[in-house]
């Protein structure tokens, strides 16, 4: 069961997040020869004040 962890910040509709499920999902199950039943989709959003790059915050903590 190929599972696809996508990771971002907050901000995504629904409507986009299902669209990238639907052809992650497709593309998995082409590449890796599964079906599309078996294949799994997570979103995690991370606020960005949990997120860093490069040494520095996204945004800094509310007060």
């Known amino acids: ?3 696809i962890r996508v990771e ?9 997040k299902a669209l ?8 998995a199950a082409e590449i ?3 079906p ?3 294949v799994d989709v997570i979103f995690t959003e991370t606020a960005p004040q949990d997120w ?3 040494g520095r ?3 800094p903590a509310p007060d």
């Open 1 to 3: 069961m190929p599972i």
């Open 8 to 16: 971002l910040l907050p901000g995504r509709t629904q409507q986009q």
């Open 20 to 27: 990238y499920a639907a052809e992650a999902t497709r593309l």
């Open 32 to 34: 890796l020869k599964c």
């Open 36 to 38: 599309t039943e078996s």
């Open 52 to 54: 860093a790059r490069a």
């Open 57 to 59: 915050l996204y945004s």
